[in-house]
């Protein structure tokens, strides 16, 4: 059983705040500024060029890589760090899409976080093959499953309602009509216990900054199915995807399995960061994880309809439906945050009306969500949002 106890101790909480916003920006793990000292001062100051040997940055991607795979039920050996995941995305869906030559349609949803949409958009552009985007509703994507599909890219959990996709039953849908899938789990990886292995996703990319706490700009992942690892081509053909950078050759021959995936030189300093985030995920259990979050968002839903009825729940009542975030729509939602934020309950708002709070049993207890909702009772019976100062929009909501 894991020590939830014990793990909320390894993160740094400012004194007097409820973080609920580990689901866009994860705190910082009480040893992560001395590991990152360590490594600047051990290995870059001390190493410098011999660090990519003596200390084995060269491998940080792929060995940091498969402290993740265990959390998002990947086989080891398949997972690799590195970019943005934006990035990651343009390169699943390339290789995706060339996995499936004859076939011209990217079949997303309009819950969809607008960045992979752009990344498809960019990508059709850059192909000039006439690929196109259909974007559905979120429940309709099952029934719009069809064999002119070339591939299928969704976001498993939604980042406004944190309405959870059936991985399982679309992938093995998508596949029964020849169609390749790529998942983002954004939103999933550090909130439940996805299994990529056995639902049999293709490819699967996500970012470490979010529920994994790999600090902010944290390097993203990419997993490809053992199936394709050797067939995939990445469309970033970087020379550290290359199957021997260091010959210096003039053309392009990808590294074998997921190595390939790389780009460019890894991010050393900012896998320093993730490492000790990852150093208290090796003491937890993703079932655990799932279990206690579920029951954290019920008592959360719970406390707050009892008592704000004018707050109305955005986020699916079903836990199994559900992400490790909630959400409830209020006209005033944005102003109601700042003031929230004002009496150290920090979530954030999502246009047009969404109030959204994270939830992870590494660092919330029911204590906070029980003094969570009192705060947002007093917010919401004494009408706070409703001051001028709580009203200016800052750029990054
Ligand atoms: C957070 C998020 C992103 C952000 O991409 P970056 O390149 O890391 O900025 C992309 N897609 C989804 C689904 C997200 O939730």
């Not at 990152?36 to 011999?50: C, F, H, K, P, S």
């Not at 498969?66 to 970019?83: Q, T």
């Not at 499953?145 to 969704?154: E, G, K």
């Not at 909630?326 to 708002?349: E, P, T």
């Amino acid at each position: 059983m894991t020590d939830f106890a014990a793990t909320k101790a390894m993160f740094h909480i400012p004194e007097g705040m409820i973080y609920l916003d580990g689901n866009s920006l994860g705190p910082l793990p009480l040893e992560a500024p001395a590991n990152m000292a360590r490594v600047m001062r051990d290995e870059w100051g001390d190493m410098l060029i011999t660090g990519w040997n003596k200390a084995g940055w060269m491998q940080k991607s792929t060995s940091i890589g498969d402290r993740i795979s265990r959390l998002i039920g990947a086989e080891p050996g398949h997972v690799i760090m590195g970019d943005t995941l934006s990035i990651k995305v343009y390169q699943a869906l390339a290789s995706a899409l060339e996995l499936n030559p004859d076939r011209k349609v990217i079949l997303s949803d309009n819950g969809n976080f607008p960045s992979d949409l752009y990344m498809a958009q960019g990508l059709i552009q850059s192909l000039e093959k006439g690929h196109e985007l259909r974007v559905v509703d979120p429940e309709d994507v099952a029934a719009n499953l069809s064999n002119d599909i070339a591939v299928l890219m969704l976001t498993e959990v939604d980042y406004r309602s944190g309405r959870l996709h059936d991985m399982k039953a679309l992938t093995e849908k998508a596949h029964a009509l020849g169609i390749i899938t790529v998942w983002d789990l954004a939103h999933t990886a550090g909130a439940t216990d996805v299994q990529l292995s056995a639902c049999n996703a293709d490819f699967a990319v996500g970012c470490t900054y979010k529920y994994l706490n790999g600090g902010p700009g944290a390097p993203a992942f990419i997993y490809v199915n053992p199936k394709h690892a050797n067939t995939a081509r990445p469309a970033l053909s970087g020379w550290l995807g290359h199957d021997a950078p260091f010959a210096f050759d003039l053309d392009y021959r990808p590294h074998s399995g997921i190595e390939r995936m790389r780009v460019g030189t890894p991010p050393v300093l900012a896998l320093a960061a993730l490492s000790s985030a990852l150093d208290v995920w090796d003491m937890t259990n993703m079932a655990d994880i799932r279990a206690k979050s579920k029951e954290l968002t019920s008592l959360f839903i719970a406390e707050v309809e009892t008592r704000c009825p004018e707050l109305i729940l955005a986020s699916p009542r079903d836990a199994d439906a559900r992400g490790s975030q909630v959400s409830f729509a209020f006209d005033h939602g944005y102003a109601a945050m700042q003031a929230l934020i004002a009496r150290g309950v920090v979530g954030d708002f999502r246009a047009p009306d969404i109030m959204r709070f994270g939830f992870t049993p590494l660092y919330i207890d029911e204590g906070d969500v029980i003094n969570a909702a009192k705060i947002i009772e007093d917010v919401m019976t004494n009408r706070l949002w409703d001051r001028d100062e709580y009203k200016v929009k800052s750029a990054v909501t």
